[in-house]
């Protein structure tokens, strides 16, 4: 179990991104904004490889950054898992060898080797263990990645855009991969994306960007009975064609 | 005058194997430094590592008597620890060589750096594995192709290398004549026969190490396309 809290500031040439939030386990926080408005920044913070000006970021109870005690954890040293729009799977390594690829050097080869067989068997990819990425479909790619983000056992998972290049039957095999792991790991979610309806329905709390301030945070249902702006209301957009809305 | 074409033809590939060792180890260095790292005044040692792609062979032999030579930094260096000159000697050959082949494989490694998908660097370090190990496990092999390529064009460079290594080795027989100063002194003596010998020969050897380095990088391209090990 392990709650994040962000608390960052970071100066940028456009706009200054100075955002206060937190995401309990089992929780899918969904980042939603316009373009160019500091969301992949957003992740790139939470993963270490950019550093904020200051603030705080807190997972369970580790601290990842501190400006104030001088912490600031390299991203190899965070137990963050990520998943990329186009998976990021190492080419050069076959499909087993990428699920396994977090546990070497930490996990000795016998065990390692039990571990990714029942990896492979949970997201059912055992057939393509031996085949390159290019040789997989997209399905597979993404229990792929799924694996080997989820195979290290990591206590928080970022999500750019996952679904944005897939089609409808893989966006819902998707979804129903991320619910089952969500609720096996209880960790916290953060799922990046420009367009909302793809992943409302996996959403427990929407968080809306514009220039690196958050302009509102609730469930979808909150923010659409109740945008705190109109900016808010345009960014939604006309929800109620893609879930049912209770007007009350 | 009788030449040693065989000692020259040993001297060459010497000359240009050693060179090259050296241009992998700090060229790959300096590309990863040049991409990833990107210190204080990249942009200035990009361009002076491309100079010499681009300088006369003349310049690039006269900047490095300066430096070889009896009074430069690294030539009295050398006098103080070795009592001998660097001048005139099959190691002056290898340090033109190394330096007008160095460019070539700094420019292919970072180019083949630069191609990589920087989401797999950040998965690999979501993944636990520091810079060292992601570049051990993912950059070096992906880069590989380029890398290897790289090094078959050094190779070649510093084996055809002539107009630095003349100034800093001289063309003394039996010591510093690599097969182009050869080549050289043996069509200035109307020696055209031998010529025309050593020189479809040489043609022969680049020609193979080209075709070596295709058949590599293309194993390497048809393994990532989804064939199977």
Request: proline residues 5%.
């Amino acid at each position: 179990m392990s709650r994040l809290q962000v608390k960052i500031e970071k100066e940028l040439a456009e706009f200054k991104l100075a955002v206060n939030f937190s995401v309990d386990s089992e929780q899918t926080l969904v980042v939603i904004g316009p373009s160019g408005t500091g969301k992949s920044l957003l992740l790139q913070l939470l993963q270490g490889v950019i550093t904020p000006d200051h603030g705080t970021i807190q997972l369970g109870e580790r601290t990842l950054y501190n400006s104030e005690q001088g912490v600031d954890l390299p991203p190899y040293q965070r137990d963050i898992g990520l998943l990329f729009q186009d998976f990021a799977l190492f080419p050069h390594l076959t499909v087993e060898q990428n699920v396994e690829y977090g546990l070497l050097g930490t996990v000795q080869r016998e065990e390692r080797l039990q571990l990714v067989a029942n990896y492979l068997e949970r997201f059912s990819i055992q057939d393509v263990a031996r085949r390159y990425p290019a040789a997989i479909s997209g399905g597979e790619s993404q229990r792929v990645a799924m694996a080997r983000a989820m195979i290290t056992g990591p206590s928080l998972l970022l999500l750019d855009e996952p679904v944005s290049a897939l089609d409808n039957e893989l966006q819902q095999q998707f979804f129903d991969l991320l619910r089952e792991v969500r609720g096996e790991y209880q960790i916290p979610v953060i799922l990046v994306t420009h367009d909302l309806y793809h992943v409302i329905k996996v959403s427990d709390e929407l968080l809306i960007l514009n220039r690196g301030r958050i302009l509102q945070q609730g469930s979808w249902k909150e923010l659409y009975r109740s945008p705190a702006t109109s900016s808010v209301r345009k960014i939604l957009g006309p929800i109620e064609r893609y879930v049912e809305v209770d007007r009350q | 005058m009788e030449y040693n074409l065989l000692f020259s033809f040993k001297l060459s590939l010497f000359v240009a194997g050693i060179s090259t060792i050296l241009v992998l180890i700090t060229g790959v260095g300096l590309a990863y430094l040049l991409v990833y790292q990107r210190p204080r005044g990249h942009q200035l040692l990009d361009i002076a590592l491309t100079l010499p792609l681009v300088l006369p062979p003349t310049i690039i032999g006269y900047y490095l008597i300066t430096l070889l030579g009896r009074n430069g930094v690294i030539g009295q260096l050398v006098l103080d620890l070795t009592g001998d000159s660097l001048m005139f000697t099959p190691q002056a050959a290898i340090c033109a060589a190394y330096v007008v082949s160095l460019p070539l494989m700094v420019k292919s490694c970072k180019s083949s750096f630069e191609s990589i998908d920087p989401h797999l660097l950040a998965a690999s370090y979501s993944l636990g594995h520091n810079r060292f190990s992601t570049f051990w496990r993912i950059t070096l092999p992906l880069a590989r192709p380029g890398i290897l390529a790289g090094v078959i064009l050094s190779f070649a460079r510093a084996l055809g290398e002539f107009g630095a290594t003349l100034m800093v080795a001289g063309n003394i027989p039996g010591k510093t004549d690599t097969v182009p100063l050869a080549i050289y002194s043996l069509v200035e003596s109307g020696q055209f026969v031998r010529a025309n010998q050593v020189v479809l020969i040489y043609t022969l050897i680049a020609a193979i190490f080209l075709l070596i380095s295709n058949i590599l990088g293309g194993r390497n391209l048809r393994a990532w396309k989804g064939e199977q090990r």
